[in-house]
């Protein structure tokens, strides 16, 4: 949705309602649990990170600060009076946000390439890049730094791609996959923390190469019809802008064994459903209606073999999810607030504290500290 403050009103409407059906509960209760926004390849060296005791301060964000000499990503008041660093190393204080450290880090862990903890509360070993550019894709938003994964989600993106075109689409535009060594981010998804989630946009790659500007500022293109939080809203996609070439795009995306689920607006459910003619739905159960999610899709693979610690979704719940699921999220129940904000009256702000370095498994630990 377009305003984060209705979002949340909606949001918290949207728990409740399903009283009558436990399959609807289980169902829901599961995409709910995980929401998507609550890297043959290479690992690609980023700048150098060489042995232990090599950290430069231009491998950091600004938001870093140098302790005797270290860069720490620390409030001043957090660091202990007097603090010397004996060697240097990166200290780490589980009670600080996650995402300082994790945002703060600009190249990949160099270990063996691992999936550590779960979607929205973990981090990525031995990450790899997708390259800026291939034949058939364009990743946006380079200052980001957001165009690493597990290498098999980075495989994953290259066959995509290079389908892409068979089924008419020109060629994907990429968005955020996770941070070099994933973890929570400094801003934006929940999600996309071991490198398994990839945003792709619903605009084709144009015939040509953007510049890096343009990476930065062309804008994704909605799909609705029009808001959605508004009583009796057309709650559709926009038959000016959504074609069976979209559609055709997300079938392929998601018959492959590696995806575990793709997210997309309700109304973009509703478009494929309405799309696969042929017997063959089976595709469609990976396909799950969430906020948001109208500028772009969103990749989930299940998590890669060998990846010890990696913690899979459950599968999501059989069927094409086209019926009573569907017709729930393109009611009003989840999008229009039962109690609006009275004329004058500001809306309630809740403030999340953000995740500690504390919550993520331990191993998440190495991952910061291997150079
Ligand atoms: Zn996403």
């Not at 994790?102 to 270990?111: E, K, Q, T, V």
């Not at 973990?122 to 894709?137: E, Q, S, V």
Request: aromatic share 6%; hydrophobic share 40%; glycine share 8%.
């Amino acid at each position: 949705m377009r305003n984060p403050a209705a979002r949340k009103t909606a949001s918290r409407n949207w728990k409740h309602p399903f009283a009558g059906s436990a399959g609807l509960i289980a169902a829901l209760v599961t995409v709910a649990a995980m929401a998507p926004d609550a890297g043959a390849v290479t690992p690609v060296p980023a700048a150098k990170p060489a042995s232990r005791g090599d950290i430069v301060i231009e491998e950091f964000a600004p938001s870093v600060q140098l302790v005797a000499g270290i860069p720490v990503p620390v409030k001043k008041r957090d660091v202990p009076e007097g603090y010397v660093a004996s060697k240097p190393e990166l200290v780490l204080y589980s009670q600080l946000p996650a995402k300082d450290y994790f945002g703060a880090a600009n190249g990949p862990a160099p270990l063996k390439s691992r999936s550590i903890g779960s979607y929205a509360k973990g981090c990525l070993a031995g990450g790899a890049a997708l390259p800026k550019d291939g034949p058939t894709w364009q990743v946006m938003r380079l200052s980001r730094n957001r165009n690493w994964g597990h290498p098999e989600l980075i495989d994953y993106l290259e066959d995509l791609a290079k389908d892409a075109p068979k089924v008419g689409w020109n060629g994907l535009l990429v968005g955020d996959l996770a941070q070099p060594r994933g973890g929570p981010m400094t801003s934006g998804h929940a999600s996309h923390q071991i490198g398994l989630d990839a945003d792709i946009w619903l605009t084709q790659m144009p015939g040509r190469r953007l510049s890096g500007q343009e990476r930065e500022e062309v804008s994704a293109i909605s799909m609705l019809i029009g808001p959605l939080d508004v009583k009796n809203a057309d709650r559709r996609v926009d038959p000016r802008k959504w074609t069976d070439t979209h559609a055709r795009l997300i079938r392929r995306a998601a018959s492959d064994k590696r995806v575990a689920r793709i997210f997309v607006n309700p109304t973009i459910k509703k478009a494929l459903c309405d799309f696969e003619k042929s017997r063959d739905r089976a595709w469609l159960a990976k396909i799950r209606p969430w906020w948001g999610h109208h500028y772009h899709f969103h990749v989930r693979l299940s998590c890669p073999a060998g990846s010890v610690g990696c913690k899979n979704q459950n599968p999501p719940p059989p069927g094409d999810g086209c019926g009573a699921n569907l017709t729930y999220w393109l009611s009003d129940e989840p999008w229009v607030p039962k109690n609006p904000p009275k004329p004058g009256e500001k809306p309630k702000v809740v403030k999340k504290r953000p995740m500690a370095l504390a919550a993520l498994p331990r191993d998440c630990r190495s991952v910061l500290t291997a150079n």
